[in-house]
């Protein structure tokens, strides 16, 4: 069955500095998005991505996040300089499109910013 | 955006029926009724979903009366594996809506 993939798995970096986190969204699907929970806390919407664009964005993403689809495969989201509050878990998922609206998440990132 | 409000944690033993009620009372007409898994530090997963009546997978089952200002997620004969966070999500199912999550349902099931 074809799955949502993190990379990495685990990212420990210092305040201010720039992290990447990396996803490979499931092939053929369309749409993309990022999500983070602080731990004990709920999952929280960040952005979704269609079309070579952001579709929507919520209050959280401000201008130190970015994101990308650099290439056919991969989806990207860059923090420009890390706060202790972005310490979290982040989720990649991706969905097929007008038909195929199920959102499929990967397995995450667990941000520790110090 | 309808609010949902379900319990915050339920205990249940193996080969138990779970069933989480979810309320939603101010559900619009065109929102679906999602249900989301969340294993520890794992992403959300797709349970079911229903917009009214019953609606059965191979996981679980899903209730809406007709009203539909309420949902039950029922799961038949759990195991420990079914332990789990469960959220109920009430929205617009269409390409690319964010999923709104709320604190879900924590599910310990004992042996």
């Known amino acids: 069955e074809p799955e949502v993939t993190q990379t990495p798995s685990h990212q420990v970096t210092q305040m201010g500095q720039e992290v990447i986190l990396r996803c490979v969204p499931i092939?053929?699907?369309?749409?993309f998005y990022w999500y983070r929970q602080i731990l004990g806390q709920k999952v929280e919407f960040l952005v979704s991505f269609y079309n070579n664009e952001i579709s929507e964005k919520s209050e959280i993403f401000d201008d130190q996040f970015s994101v990308e689809r650099p290439d056919g495969s991969n989806f990207t989201l860059k923090i420009r300089s890390t706060k202790l509050e972005d310490s979290a878990m982040y989720f990649c998922?991706?969905?097929?499109?007008?038909?195929?609206?199920?959102?499929?998440f990967g397995p995450g990132t667990r941000l520790l910013v110090l | 955006l309808a609010k949902t409000t379900q319990p915050i944690s339920m205990d249940s033993y193996e080969g138990q029926e779970v069933n989480i009620t979810c309320s939603h009372n101010n559900i619009a007409t065109n929102d679906y009724i999602t249900w989301y898994q969340q294993f520890p530090s794992q992403g959300p997963r797709f349970i079911i979903q229903?917009?009214?009546t019953k609606v059965t997978n191979e996981v679980a089952s899903l209730f809406i009366p007709a009203d539909r200002k309420s949902s039950t997620l029922s799961l038949p004969r759990v195991s420990l594996s079914d332990t789990a966070v469960y959220y109920c999500l009430v929205g617009v199912w269409a390409a690319g809506n964010k999923l709104t999550f709320g604190g879900g349902t924590r599910v310990l099931v004992k042996p």
């Open positions: 998922a991706s969905s097929a499109g007008t038909g195929g609206e199920t959102q499929y």
């Open positions: 229903g917009y009214k």
């Open positions: 092939s053929n699907h369309l749409y």
